[in-house]
Nanobody, 125 residues
Framework: QVQLVASGGGLVQAGGSLRLSCGTS????????MGWFRQAPGKEREFVAA????????YYADSVKGRFTISRDNAKKTVFLQMNRLKPEETANYYC??????????????????WGQGTQVTVSS
């Protein structure tokens, strides 16, 4: 069981930036594609971004392309989500997740086996 711990959420004004982190002590971290998802109150959880095991491939939801950047440091067993030009409608609980599956189905949350506890991002207008 891979335990993921997300952090970095907080309150930010619209147009501002936040950097989320998600780490683990598990030595198998580099074997997992990592993703970020978010869930706003009353809405379904949605895909935000994902990164391949090596970090060589990244995937983004259309709504965040050009503003968010996902990266990973396998030596530190951590994945990051840099979020710029945040919008109020992006207020949500952000979750990191790990999947043993590689490839273009990065937005399929059912492929992710391990989930962090979520970190709250609140964007004020």
């Amino acid at each position: 069981q891979v335990q993921l711990v997300a952090s970095g959420g907080g309150l930010v004004q619209a147009g501002g930036s936040l950097r989320l982190s998600c780490g683990t002590s598990d030595r198998t971290f580099s074997m997992y594609r990592m993703g970020w998802f978010r869930q706003a109150p009353g809405k379904e959880r949605e895909f935000v971004a994902a990164i391949s095991r090596s970090g060589g491939s990244t995937y983004y939801a259309d709504s965040v392309k050009g503003r968010f950047t996902i990266s990973r440091d396998n030596a530190k067993k951590t994945v990051f989500l840099q979020m710029n030009r945040l919008k109020p409608e992006e207020t949500a609980n952000y979750y990191c997740a790990g999947s043993p599956v590689e490839g273009a189905t990065a937005d399929n949350q059912h492929e992710y086996l391990y989930w962090g506890q979520g970190t709250q991002v609140t964007v004020s207008s």
